[in-house]
Nanobody
């Protein structure tokens, strides 16, 4: 059974940093691209970042480029999102998701598994 469990969300002041983790189980983590998606109150889901199987290739939304870093540890079956220079507009529920084989990291509608998410709140 596939599980994705996020953690690391918190209340932080603008300019601060957080590191989100997504521990996975039930599938061969190293064989799948992974993504982070966020959803702010009253808004639709927004794709944030994606990573290929080895971690060598990463992609970012323009809104987080230069501030967020996605990474993975295939030995630990864990996905990470390092967030720096946080802004109030980064406030959202953050989800990790598995990209199906052959899928596009940005096509969140086609992700086949999602975690329950972790809340990030950035105060001004």
């Amino acid at each position: 059974q596939v599980h994705l469990v996020e953690s690391g969300g918190d209340l932080v002041q603008a300019g601060g940093s957080l590191r989100l983790s997504c521990v996975t189980s039930g599938f061969v983590f190293s064989s799948y691209y992974m993504s982070w998606v966020r959803q702010a109150p009253g808004k639709g889901p927004e794709w944030v970042s994606g990573i290929n199987t080895s971690g060598a290739n990463t992609w970012y939304a323009d809104s987080v480029k230069g501030r967020f870093t996605i990474s993975r540890d295939n030995a630990k079956n864990t996905l990470y999102l390092e967030m720096k220079s946080l802004k109030p507009e980064d406030t959202a529920h953050y989800y990790c998701a598995r990209v199906p084989w052959g899928g596009d990291v940005k096509e969140k509608e086609k992700y086949d598994y999602w975690g329950q998410g972790t809340q990030v709140t950035v105060t001004s």
